[in-house]
């Protein structure tokens, strides 16, 4: 039987709770999650590969169906390697949206076996995003409450 | 074990190669999809439910995993009649997004246990709607190309 | 002095906590808002004028610096006549965005002493409104969470 | 040598000032651009056919290049009896957009020698449109900034 | 009695006549705007810190409710020193909408005794910012017209 | 007589078939369209400018009504410069009209005797987008399907 493997390819730097609402809300549909941390070398990241994976890996211990991971290259071929069919991802706002619908159409065209699979964010979570995490992170702001408690306590700790 | 069953819910008046399109790239994502014609004392239809129904059981009849039905009232509610733990809709366009956004936030409100899973309509159907297609059928425009053929031939002889 | 008069219009056919968000988030912002429900006779209202000024007076009876009332016409006439300067709104995504852009706008081109203020919906009631919350009525479903215990009680009873 | 001639369709109920300043920008592009009136037998207007086909010859008197007609039905079977190869529409705002693209892509999916051209409607024009114009006329707000004299003139009068 | 004070961020770099307008419409529903330059070490702009201040004072000179000033941080903490309850900000088309939209909901989330409020930027200035006026000033094209005189002034002697 | 100079601005890092698209759907409307490759000293390309005029020399060579050129500094002082009356502009989604309808009526608003003329980006090539196209070159992944011939075989050789 096939089974019903997802991608959540980001940078997750930091992981929100908006990514962790994602995962939560369309877990029952997949057998298994592949959390994905894409490495750009172009792209200068805040926080290290590896605390981002070690958030992930506290985060989402209990979750049978959860794998972490991480990679380098195009989404698409990291999906082929790790077998899986399906690209999962949330939208927020019409920004999201124009966004995602671009990149779907153009994974489809070069790939067409993988399917991208979106779900809503939840309207509560639709203002988190991990650029103003770290801008409230920077700046002493308040941010508990838009992250897991492991990222908080290592965040503050830097 | 809990199957994956997902309500696709509409007017399918008529039904679009658009709609096939989205039931076709999801398919393989559920173990079940009911497609559910929506019956609304208060809107007027251009083809009547038999005809709307006549074709879904056409188009789909070699499905193994496809439902076809009709209801009216609360989609979530019905939703919970059928056992279907989520809803299927395809994206086009902002305005459909604004719209969907909307509405599956009321419903995860009315109904937490309910699941909205997205997939954008393929680009070269992103124009199809089946409000323009009445508008061709009415005028004698050309259509064929917007709809499976058996609503082609049945609709040419109205 | 110049008094700070906001005009909130609106058919709240009912009114929901969305509305009463704006209302308490803006409240501090003016002397006085007028909730003015907006009548027109080319429209058809689901709830009577009565209840839904009935529904006004029970929730705001404890503000001092609310007066609720109705009108028929244009907005800004009746701003004019009620010396209120300014037209409050809320925005809850694009396509309020682009409309009351333009009647904003257009409420400017006609009247320029009349400004109009907007504050954003909170996200979390982002996803209300009286159609959604109409439909929920009418075919029994749960909406408690999206009104106040007025428009429950009074709308369970019809 | 093949003319340029360009439809430029619409319900013109009544013409605004916005519909001029788009005609005005374009005419130089093309060898003739032909309004025409959709009749739709199922929308009710609120100004005559007469009355919109009046107004539009007594403002486009001077211009040779400019032909004024109506016409029923598909508005690509239009363009093929009239000889237009494009049609012209303006662009005010994201709900405009999302609509014209959809409607383009059908147009040129059902006959492809046809091109929709847009251009902007000029930033201070894009809060104009026919249906708040029809608004302050039926309540008698100013509208004298929003409509060519001549509208302005036997709207008054009704 | 509580004073209304809104904070006024952004970067002013440089002002142009969109912010000017922004403020002269909001001004009667305040007591103070303060008006302030946003400092962020990571960002490199045209105009020194130094010349935009110089700016504002020489524009606002005249309005006894108008504060100038500069600040480092979260604009919330900023505002909080500066006891100011509102921000103010203006919208111009559907990107800043979403921009917008998720900026406030994030302020009020760490510091919800905040509150911001919107004007639509009027039509005729929805086309104005800062970045394409710089690009104007590099390239000598023509911005009197978007930009108050003392910019004027000064750009054109760098 | 007056002509129709269209000029078609943009980077073409690299050209890809949605360009081409644009300019195959508009080229009847106009006498002659010039494609200007913007030359901007503060952004970096992936192509160097010979091998893009290459390309488009190469792949325009059989039109007639296409001349092939680059510049620098403002959109519209090249049009004066090169008697061009037209701006030509393809529209893909609300994020580039939001962005186009800035431009336009900037450059309006800069030289009013230049209008941008925009035609939509055929659905099929919606998604279709340079910065996609190098990404796809520079993680080895299918691209032949998104450029002209002549730019996959030069850059696979890169």
Redesign the interface.
């Known amino acids: 039987m096939?089974n019903?493997i997802a991608l959540f390819p980001g940078s997750f730097d930091p992981i929100t709770i908006g990514h962790i609402d994602i995962i939560n809300?369309?877990i029952?549909?997949f057998d298994k999650i592949i959390i994905a941390v894409g490495v750009n070398a172009q792209k200068k990241n805040y926080f290290t590969l590896e605390m981002r994976l070690k958030w992930l890996h506290e985060i989402f211990q209990v979750h049978e169906k959860i794998e972490i991971t991480n990679y380098e290259?195009?989404t698409?071929?990291f999906c082929k390697e790790k077998n899986a069919?399906?690209i999962l991802r949330g939208?927020?706002?019409?920004?999201d949206?124009?966004?995602?619908?671009?990149?779907?159409?153009?994974n489809?065209?070069?790939?067409d076996s993988i399917?991208?699979?979106?779900?809503?964010t939840?309207?509560?979570?639709?203002?988190?995003?991990s650029t103003?995490v770290r801008?409230?992170i920077r700046?002493?702001?308040?941010?508990d409450?838009?992250v897991p408690a492991c990222v908080m306590r290592d965040a503050m700790q830097q």
């Open positions: 096939n019903h809300r369309s029952d549909l290259g195009l698409v071929n069919q399906f939208l927020r706002n019409t920004i949206f124009e966004y995602e619908k671009t990149i779907a159409a153009l489809r065209s070069v790939e399917e991208t699979i979106f779900v809503m939840a309207p509560e979570y639709s203002h988190i995003n103003i801008e409230l700046y002493k702001g308040k941010f409450h838009l």
